[in-house]
């Protein structure tokens, strides 16, 4: 890959764009009685090795695995990696290569010391960067996988543009997230189908599976948590209690009365970055798609845990 084609340097926190904003979260505070939670809500399928900071499950876990399409001698990309642990996993899996980026420099700095304990640390690095703007050369990787971020970032078509910029072309991003029809207090606007977004923004999609059982137990784990609030706080303080339960809260409602979670669906979608010649051919087209869609270029049904998107005939 470009940027790095003479070799992955040694695991270690470097920066770009200068996005090390560092914003404080939930997200990096280290709470036993969270993993002992999520360890009972979701059993067998709790990663425990993998530590994540997200909802990804032992099955996701093989999913990207295979879904990436990826082996040895060849990068993948992840975007907000937090500490690494799902793509080191993926990273191992397959034989591969990982760029992790991340607006956390905590994070990044929990994933190196992880990719060395892996034995990885000389085919992985992890930079600060934004998603929207991670200054990484064009086509320079062969898969992306992103697990439960996308949600977090403000201009979700930017961060989608960059990632089908540094994807060689027909490269795969496989990642997962919510489809949300309204968003809790303090989180950024739902979107309620990625589909039309991931076509405007250089993608095919290949795949568009809503995981059936999976805000049944974040139900669970989120009301679990937030029962658990003063063993969190003897554990991490008032204040990283506070951001350990924020997203529960808010998400169940207990902040303004309104049940968010009855409005997400956690999503599992695998897309491919479309040549340039094609997106460039789509966007010509997209406009009158509805009424007079152009020869040799057929939308495939869309519909729930089936294939859907765009193909070329
Ligand atoms: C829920 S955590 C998931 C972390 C990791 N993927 C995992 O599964 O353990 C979301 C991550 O997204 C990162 N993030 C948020 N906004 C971002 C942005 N604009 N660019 C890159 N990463 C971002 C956060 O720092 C955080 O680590």
Redesign the pocket.
């Known amino acids: 890959m470009s940027g790095t084609s003479d070799g992955l340097r040694p695991a270690s926190p470097s920066m770009r764009g200068g996005?090390d904003r560092d914003?404080p979260?939930g997200?990096?505070v280290e709470s036993p009685t969270l993993a002992r939670i999520r360890r009972e809500v979701y059993g067998d399928e709790y990663p425990e090795e993998?530590?994540?900071?997200?909802f990804?499950t032992r099955s996701e876990l093989r999913h990207f695995a295979r879904e990436l399409r990826i082996g040895p001698g060849q990068t993948f990309i992840?975007?907000?990696?937090?500490?690494?642990?799902?793509?080191l996993w993926v990273a191992r899996e397959t034989g591969t290569s990982l760029v992790g980026?991340?607006?956390?420099s905590d994070?990044i700095s929990h994933a190196v010391a992880r990719a060395r304990d892996m034995g990885r640390a000389d085919r992985a690095r992890f930079e600060v960067?934004?998603?929207?703007a991670t200054e990484l050369s064009a086509a320079s990787f062969d898969a992306a996988m992103?697990?439960?971020?996308l949600w977090?970032?403000?201009d979700r078509a930017a961060?989608l543009r960059e990632v089908a910029r540094v994807l060689r072309p027909g490269a795969r991003f496989v990642f997962t997230n919510w489809d949300r029809d309204l968003s809790p207090p303090g989180y950024p606007p739902p979107v309620d189908d990625h589909r039309p977004l991931l076509e405007a923004t250089g993608f095919q999609v290949e795949a568009y599976e809503i995981q059936p059982d999976a805000e049944r137990l974040r139900r669970i784990f989120y009301e679990r948590l937030v029962a658990a609030r003063p063993e969190l706080a003897r554990e991490s303080g008032e204040e990283g209690a506070k951001k350990l339960t924020y997203g529960a809260e808010a998400t169940l409602g207990l902040i303004d009365g309104r049940d968010y979670l009855a409005h997400s669906r956690r999503i599992f979608v695998v897309a491919r970055a479309m040549p340039f010649a094609e997106v460039h051919r789509w966007s010509a087209f997209r406009h009158c798609f509805a009424h007079d869609r152009p020869p040799g270029i057929r939308r495939a049904p869309r519909r729930d845990g089936q294939r859907a998107g765009i193909t070329f005939a």
Request: contains cysteine; glycine residues 16%.
């Open positions: 996005a914003r979260s997200w990096d993998v530590r994540p900071r997200s990804v992840d975007i907000g990696c937090g500490q690494g642990g799902p793509s980026i991340g607006v956390s994070g960067a934004d998603a929207a992103s697990v439960d971020t977090a970032i403000p961060a």
